[in-house]
């Protein structure tokens, strides 16, 4: 399955899909779409293009990525683990024996290859260029989301910069709040590369900001790549297609060639001011505190330029999907560093970054608390407040499952693991932000070295008699029975 080349082909997939339906009575995008957006995404409801928002010319596209299907039209495949198989196939590659292997061989390093971004001397992204006096964000669909937010917020921006010592480019997704027409704070976090970027400048760092791209470039500005790792690379990857670039009109970057609307400009260390508060995917308003300014240079769009956006808030809200994708393209990445973890889940509830539910294959004594501490030291996971461990034979997407395991398996003397490390920016709840406490739950069977007793057998059926009553089921006269529990195979 091949993905959208743009914002337009992505809209138009959507309604052959029966996946977008289009509003065309005005609606205010103060508060108003968020409240219709929050009905519709907790419904599992479709896509939304708000064709007369009010106050401005452009349309708004909300709820693109708002269920599991919709995330994997935007991918291309057929289940969000098969994006995650693109990647394990890279990964995993060996060198090859036959003729076969090495063709094989040869068609992913070409995949490889194929994902450098593509620089073109012209794009529709500059169609129309305002520059200086003529920036104007008051032309922008800019939602207010919730009540108390501080001023209307820029909530699906992609953000391009380069590292001032090597050039490398990073893109991330960070808000941006409206102050005026030609400028906006950027809420890049502590441990985003935005801001690593930001601090190794020598005061002034360019920025470009994307809005309105192919639905696959859109989302790799959210995925937590290392910073040396360009995210337009694994769009290209992910896409089958490298993503085409323009030179910026009055910055030192290149911009993606197809968006809808670019803004250029600059943040200076110490011009900064007070961002917030904004409702955010925690489900609370996060309290003000300083971020950098983001000065508009221009302004550059496609003619009819279409403005997307997206509504956080109490989970789950659209950007669930965005962080299940991320859970499932990155397990591969999670497997190459732990060998051991079978699979994981990051409960949605759980606003990602406060719970993890790890699987894993346990072959000695200590190793939940391995994993543990390993995934307090990795990458973006090392901000996860609460480690709940398993065995392989456990479901991690089924919770009831695991609260079973949880409280049958655990001595909380024992197996509980306080420690404290990195939290995540957001996490209002650690008396000091950004540091706290952490807890690994142990829910694994226990070996006699870990200090537990002969552990019981798990009650099973005997497969003769599960056989059995599969086969005789029709002649009881009873209706199906649901899926029962993952029988524990040792
Ligand atoms: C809808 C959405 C909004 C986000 N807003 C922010 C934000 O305002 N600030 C931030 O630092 N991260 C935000 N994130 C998370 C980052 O995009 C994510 O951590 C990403 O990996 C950052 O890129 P980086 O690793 O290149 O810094 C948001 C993610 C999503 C899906």
């Not at 997407?397 to 995540?424: C, M, Q, W």
């Amino acid at each position: 399955m091949s993905t959208p080349a743009d914002l337009r082909s992505w809209i138009a997939l959507l309604e052959r899909e029966g996946e977008l339906v289009r509003v065309s009575v005005e609606v205010d995008p103060h508060l108003e779409i968020t409240e219709i957006v929050d009905r519709t995404v907790k419904s599992g409801g479709p896509a939304l293009l708000f064709e007369r928002p009010k106050g401005s010319e452009h349309a708004l596209l909300i709820n693109q990525f708002g269920t599991e299907r919709r995330m994997c039209l935007a991918l291309g495949v057929d289940r969000l683990d098969d994006a995650g198989q693109k990647i394990a196939d890279v990964l995993e590659m060996q060198p090859p024996e036959g003729l076969r292997d090495k063709v094989a061989g040869l068609m992913k390093l070409k995949s490889i290859a194929g994902s450098r971004p593509k620089s073109v001397r012209s794009g529709p992204c500059q169609e129309v260029v305002l520059t200086g006096d003529d920036v104007n964000l008051d032309l922008l669909p800019i939602q207010t989301c919730w009540p108390q937010d501080a001023a209307p917020f820029i909530t699906l921006p992609a953000v391009i910069t380069a590292d001032p010592r090597t050039g490398g480019r990073n893109v991330g997704m960070y808000r941006m709040q409206k102050i005026d027409r030609r400028s906006t704070y950027m809420h890049w976090q502590i441990h985003k590369d935005g801001r690593m970027d930001y601090l190794a400048s020598d005061g002034k760092l360019e920025v470009a900001v994307a809005l309105g791209l192919d639905p696959v470039t859109a989302y790799t500005a959210s995925a937590p790549l290392p910073k040396h790792i360009d995210e337009l690379m694994l769009a290209g990857f992910l896409r089958g297609e490298p993503v085409e670039l323009v030179k910026a009109k009055t910055v030192d970057l290149e911009v993606p060639a197809d968006a809808e609307i670019v803004l250029e400009g600059y943040v200076e260390s110490g011009d900064e001011g007070i961002e917030g508060p904004f409702g955010d995917h925690t489900g609370y308003y996060t309290a003000p505190e300083p971020f950098p300014v983001f000065h508009i240079t221009a302004m550059t769009m496609r003619r009819g330029a279409i403005y997307p956006s997206i509504v956080v808030g109490k989970p789950p809200a659209e950007d669930a999907w965005l962080g299940k994708a991320t859970e499932r393209i990155f397990l591969p990445a999670v497997r190459m560093s732990v060998p051991e973890i079978v699979d994981y889940d990051l409960p949605v509830a759980g606003a990602f970054h406060n719970c993890a539910i790890i699987s894993i294959r346990k072959t000695f004594p200590g190793q939940a608390q391995k994993i543990m501490h390993a995934v307090w030291g990795l990458g973006m996971l090392s901000l996860t407040k609460c480690v709940v461990v398993v065995d392989e034979w456990v479901d991690v997407h089924d919770y009831e499952e695991v609260f079973f395991r949880v409280t049958a398996n655990v001595d909380v003397k024992r197996d509980v693991l306080i420690s404290e490390g990195p939290l995540d920016h957001l996490d209002h709840a650690p008396g000091t932000q950004f540091v706290g406490g952490k807890l690994g739950i142990d829910a694994t069977h226990k070996l006699p070295e870990e200090g537990a007793r002969p552990w019981p057998d798990e009650i099973d059926m005997s497969p003769e008699i599960e056989e059995l009553v599969t086969r005789r089921w029709a002649e009881y006269g009873l209706p199906a029975p649901r899926s029962v529990r993952p029988a524990d195979p040792s």
